[in-house]
T-cell receptor, first 112, second 116 residues
Framework: AQSVTQPDIHITVSEGASLELRCNYS??????LFWYVQSPGQGLQLLLK??????LVQGIKGFEAEFKRSQSSFNLRKPSVHWSDAAEYFC??????????FGKGTHLIIQP | EPEVTQTPSHQVTQMGQEVILRCVPI?????FYWYRQILGQKVEFLVS????????KSEIFDDQFSVERPDGSNFTLKIRSTKLEDSAMYFC??????????????FGDGTRLSIL
């Protein structure tokens, strides 16, 4: 069965600082990997996705993520965060079934 | 940019009552999904729907739940006799191709269901 672990429940980052959110997955084959963002009271917006090819993928809002098969990881990064990036971030894995399997999410807090 | 729309945004229902949550998927998408997120917990897959029938369902999707595509645009989730533990945010999603393809799922803003 596929699973996703996001080890950090909360992360606090100063505005303008760099960000890395961790995601580890468990999946038997090459996974499809996603990062979604959820702002308060909003739905899930797709930030980026990995299906195959280049292991460094670019997304919207200046985010990127790197697929590392050897570490079963798909960490999300941003070089300089903005106050508007404060939200809940979900990593998800798919490909083995219709439904995506989500991690528990990481709540990102931005300090002024 | 086309988006998935869900109505209502918030539904309050008495326990034991039936509730129908509505979704309009993106128009050229063929695969439809429902997920739920209990407050403070992870997003969980409920069911997928393709070609007018259920493709897959999770353990959560028991006999109290049903889905339907009543016309060419709407996709509904019905809970027959709601329980307190059905209180959650319910998300609809759609994709051009199935989840085993390289097409991502696009989510609506959700319906917050509160059971009293």
């Amino acid at each position: 069965a596929q699973s996703v672990t996001q080890p950090d429940i909360h992360i606090t980052v100063s505005e303008g600082a760099s960000l890395e959110l961790r995601c580890n997955y468990s999946y038997g084959a090459t996974p499809y990997l996603f990062w979604y963002v959820q702002s308060p009271g909003q739905g899930l917006q797709l930030l980026l996705k990995y299906f195959s090819g280049d292991t460094l993928v670019q997304g919207i809002k200046g985010f990127e993520a790197e697929f590392k098969r050897s570490q079963s990881s798909f960490n999300l990064r941003k070089p300089s965060v903005h106050w508007s990036d404060a939200a809940e971030y979900f990593c998800a894995v798919g490909g083995g079934a219709d439904g995506l399997t989500f991690g528990k999410g990481t709540h990102l807090i931005i300090q002024p | 940019e086309p988006e998935v729309t869900q109505t209502p945004s918030h539904q309050v229902t008495q326990m034991g009552q039936e509730v129908i949550l509505r979704c309009v998927p993106i128009s050229n998408h063929l695969y439809f999904y429902w997920y739920r997120q209990i407050l403070g917990q992870k997003v969980e897959f409920l069911v997928s729907f393709y070609n007018n029938e259920i493709s897959e369902k999770s353990e959560i999707f028991d006999d109290q739940f049903s889905v339907e595509r009543p016309d060419g645009s709407n996709f509904t989730l019905k809970i027959r006799s709601t329980k307190l533990e059905d209180s959650a945010m319910y998300f609809c999603a759609s994709s051009e191709q199935g989840a085993r393809s390289n097409q991502p799922q696009h989510f609506g803003d959700g319906t917050r269901l509160s059971i009293l």
